[in-house]
């Protein structure tokens, strides 16, 4: 998948959250690991960032406001408005975040919002 995501312009990097970066320049798409670098990597989330409307998105296949203070130091120091996914559109029965992830920083290079991107999920979950 880094290979992938390498190709995609506003993709940033895969930082632990211990070693996130102090600001962010540019329109950019961190996927954050949950966990400090000396840890395994139970959890990944996605912030995208977009400086110039001093906002940013965060993404979470759980749903769930960003807890670890690090991902929410970051976005306070570079954004003045924010928001994040309040419905968990990851599939329960399996650990698919890391993909969430790749697919969310794919969706906004090409110039989707997060609420079109929320959608499809609302799409493939519809009942038949």
Known sequence: MLCTLRDISS???????????HSITRTSTVIVNADIHTEGGSH??????RPKSSSAYNFDSNG?????????AII????TT???NRREPQVL????CSKNC???ALYMDRGYTPKQF????????ADP
């Open 11 to 21: 993709f940033f990097d895969v930082l632990p959250s211990d070693l996130l970066p």
């Open 93 to 96: 029965t399996g650990n698919v």
């Open 64 to 72: 769930i406001v960003p807890l670890v203070p690090s991902i929410q």
């Open 76 to 79: 306070k120091r570079n954004c």
């Open 118 to 125: 929320i959608s499809l999920f609302d799409a493939c979950n």
């Open 82 to 84: 924010w928001d994040y």
């Open 44 to 49: 990944s989330l996605i912030v995208h960032f």
């Open 102 to 104: 790749g697919q969310f």
